[in-house]
């Protein structure tokens, strides 16, 4: 049944085994999902949506620039924590929680990722890691969301290895680990352009 696979389409293949092929294919960038959670760029995004999250429970900004900033100096590398601490503006933005507050705004126009990320850290996780996961979950629907539109037009073989090469390439990785909303911005697009090309609908891509 294997070797068959090889030379007709997904779509061809009985249901059962349709969903298994999908559950090998997610175990097999599931490594990178892992590294990405265990080695995430810590961009000074992070510390923005982490003090988001926090104000979503503390509007006081003193407080919720003391949480953001020993939440990550206690969770991160102590190298990559002095990154984000050094230079001007970001020694401003760490002495001067009034300064901190002032870009917030910029960041606050993302609700939809922001609530993921508190969601997160509601169920345990850590500041550092609530941001990260919602760039890694999206990653993981692309990757499942990719095989599968290439397997309605391609042989198994050629759609399984084409997406997993592409999941496994350095800019899609460089993306989930990105605490900024980026990946599932990449996801919404992506689901779009596949209800307009592949499946026309209007509401789902207006969604």
Known sequence: IFMKLFNIS??????????????????CILPMAIFAYNRPSY????????????????????EVHKITYSSIKEDIPAEEYGKLISGALRQERFQNPAEFNRVLPFY???PLYIWISYICYSGGLSLPQSTVL????????????????????????FAFIAALLIMFSSV????????TPDCISALFL???????????????AFF
């Open 10 to 27: 997904l779509l061809q293949v009985k249901r059962p085994l349709v969903w298994l092929t999908y559950f090998v294919f997610l175990v």
């Open 172 to 179: 899609m990785i460089a993306m989930a680990r990105l605490s």
């Open 134 to 157: 919602p760039s890694i979950l999206s990653y993981l629907f692309i990757g499942l969301l990719l095989f599968h539109w290439l397997s309605m037009h391609h042989k198994f073989f």
């Open 108 to 110: 606050a126009v993302k």
């Open 43 to 62: 961009n000074w995004d992070m510390l923005a949506y982490m003090a988001l999250i926090v104000k979503m429970e503390n509007s006081d900004i003193d």
């Open 190 to 204: 992506f689901t779009a352009f596949y209800f307009i090309l592949e499946r026309p609908s209007v509401i789902g």
